[in-house]
């Protein structure tokens, strides 16, 4: 059993920043990435940014240059700091845990972020 817990959602302007974090506990597979998917009512959950714990990163072009995925070298604790947001960044965020090749993957309960004046 995988846990994952999210934080750091909240409300902020346009143009401002906000960092989320996140930690998995229990039977951690060896071999696995941490990322952050993204969701509005009425669409699918979408890729924001993973990081495997080689270091190998990835990101949707939308968020390329403003958010930056981090993760602690031998902790499965990964960050997700968000810069110059804006209002379509405004969804519910999900933290994931999944295990390279396939098979397990693990969610957290999701953290709202909302950007609004």
């Known amino acids: 059993q995988v846990h994952v817990v999210e934080s750091g959602g909240g409300l902020v302007p346009p143009g401002g920043s906000l960092t989320l974090s996140c930690t998995a506990s229990g039977s951690i597979p060896g071999f696995n990435g941490m990322g952050w998917y993204r969701q509005v009512p009425g669409k699918e959950r979408e890729m924001v940014a993973t990081v495997t714990n080689g270091g190998w990163t990835n990101y949707v072009d939308s968020v390329k240059g403003r958010f930056t995925i981090s993760r602690e070298r031998g902790w499965n604790t990964v960050y997700l700091q968000m810069n110059s947001l804006q209002p379509e960044d405004t969804a519910v965020y999900y933290c994931?845990?999944?295990?390279?090749?396939?098979?397990?993957?693990?969610w957290g309960q999701g953290t709202q972020v909302t950007v609004s004046s």
């Open positions: 994931t845990l999944y295990a390279l090749g396939g098979g397990e993957q693990y």
